[in-house]
């Protein structure tokens, strides 16, 4: 039982354009959540959190957003670059342990 | 510089072999994990420490163990019962191991078994 999905194994984008991408979850008991950007052969670099207290949180080109009703989170980049290009993963947490998502492979074209 | 460091970056074993990967930090981390990773899946939780001398098991422990007895090093022994161990393992750690923390993680090491 996937308690945090990906379901978009791969996503394209011009450069400079956004990109949106997405991750739902099934435990309410998550209040932490994160992404992470992972090249491959490399270990996966954080890039933004968000508590359950808040709906939005931002950092330069990236914004988490967080949608409790629905279980679902959403990383934006705007404007999405050609060094955007890797795997991204979302992970929950609600304990100790972080649960991660499948990843979405993002191809910035330039 | 502070990070996390883990060696080697490639490592070969025959099958029946017992093998151990090395992860160190000096983040002054009090948590510790390790993850495995495998094509088309989610980074796993093998086992996690969240304080010296202490350890549980993570999602897959089987066929692994691991040790704590420094706050720096969490070395991950893959034994010879591990089924399928060829994979991609991941070390990370946090501080203080506090739920909200951010785990950062290590290069990684791939391990093939021939």
């Known amino acids: 039982d996937q308690q945090v999905k990906q379901n978009s194994p791969s996503l394209s984008v011009q450069e400079g354009r956004i990109s949106i991408l997405n991750c739902d979850y099934t435990?309410?008991?998550?209040?932490?959540f994160l992404w992470y950007k992972k090249y491959p052969a490399e270990g996966p670099t954080f890039l933004i959190s968000?508590?359950?207290?808040?709906d939005k949180n931002e950092d330069g080109r990236f914004t988490v957003f967080l949608n409790k009703s629905a279980k679902h989170l959403s990383l934006h980049i705007v404007p999405s670059q050609p060094g955007d290009s890797a795997v991204y993963f979302c992970?929950?947490?609600?304990?100790?342990?972080?649960?991660f998502g499948t990843g979405t492979r993002l191809k910035v074209l330039a | 510089d502070g990070g996390i460091t883990q060696s080697p970056k490639y490592l070969f074993r025959k099958e029946g072999q017992n093998v151990t990967l090395s992860c160190e930090q000096n983040?002054?981390?009090?948590?510790m994990y390790w993850y495995r990773q495998d094509p088309g899946q989610g980074l796993r939780l093998i086992y996690y420490?969240?304080?010296?001398?202490?350890?549980q098991k993570g999602d897959i422990a089987e066929g692994y163990s691991v040790s704590r007895e420094k706050k720096e090093s969490f070395p991950l022994t893959v034994t010879s019962a591990q089924k399928n161990p060829t994979a991609f393992y991941l070390c990370?750690?946090?501080?203080?191991?506090?739920?909200?923390?951010?785990?950062?993680f290590g290069p990684g090491t791939r391990l093939t078994v021939l």
């Open positions: 420490s969240q304080i010296v001398n202490d350890f």
């Open positions: 983040l002054n981390h009090d948590a």
């Open positions: 435990n309410s008991m998550f209040d932490y």
């Open positions: 990370a750690s946090s501080s203080p191991g506090q739920v909200q923390d951010t785990q950062y």
């Open positions: 968000i508590s359950s207290i808040k």
């Open positions: 992970a929950a947490s609600g304990t100790y342990k972080y649960i």
